[in-house]
């Protein structure tokens, strides 16, 4: 649901959608990578480099993460 809020532009409850997903679990890859694309189409990049430092712990070698934290956050 929350990646087709953002698809909308609906930024704020693609938000609530992602923070829904990862208060139930934190290290949710997609829900983390979802998260900081959110972010970053609100150019809230602090959030967004948080939200990509997470997902890479969690999956360091993911093509999409490294190009987020490489690309558009380096």
Do not use: H
Request: aromatic share 10%; net charge negative; no cysteine.
């Amino acid at each position: 649901m929350a990646e087709s809020y953002r698809d909308m532009g609906k930024y704020g409850a693609a938000e609530t959608e992602y923070t829904v997903a990862l208060n139930i679990n934190p290290r949710d890859f997609t829900a983390l990578i979802g998260a900081a694309a959110n972010y970053l189409q609100e150019f809230r990049i602090n959030l967004a480099s948080d939200m990509i430092q997470r997902a890479l712990k969690e999956n360091p070698s993911d093509p999409e993460a490294n190009y987020i934290a490489g690309g558009s956050l380096g």
